[in-house]
């Protein structure tokens, strides 16, 4: 078992910056890779980045590429989302996810494990 807990949302306008934590405790030794997902009012969870626990790749979603980047830390306990020139149509509630088995995923389904997520609200 993993526990997620996700950090860091808030009110932001638009062209600003905001920084996601994402903490995991438990058998964090077991993580292969953990990804960022979020869900906007009235839309379908999607993919945002995900990150490799043991060789860093990263894979970004087309929407934020360029302006999000995923990063761990080097205990492996934690992740980030660094998000830059945040646009209104980023708004969403973000939720960091884990896995014990495969490289990080687009598939929400490949994940086992789930953080309740932060808001996060960006005004034009």
């Known amino acids: 078992q993993v526990q997620l807990v996700e950090s860091g949302g808030g009110l932001v306008q638009a062209g600003g910056s905001l920084r996601l934590s994402c903490t995991a405790s438990?058998?964090?030794?077991?993580?292969?890779?953990m990804g960022w997902f979020r869900r906007a009012p009235g839309k379908e969870r999607e993919f945002v980045a995900g990150?490799?626990?043991?060789?860093?790749?990263?894979t970004y979603a087309d929407s934020v590429k360029g302006r999000f980047t995923i990063s761990r830390d080097n205990a492996k306990t934690m992740m980030y989302l660094q998000m830059n020139s945040l646009k209104p149509e980023d708004t969403a509630v973000y939720y960091c996810?884990?896995?014990?088995?495969?490289?990080?995923?687009?598939?929400?389904?490949?994940?086992?494990?789930w953080g309740q997520g932060t808001q996060v609200t960006v005004s034009s």
């Open positions: 996810a884990a896995r014990f088995l495969g490289d990080a995923s687009t598939w929400a389904g490949n994940y086992a494990y």
């Open positions: 438990g058998r964090t030794l077991s993580i292969t890779a």
């Open positions: 990150i490799d626990w043991r060789g860093s790749s990263t």
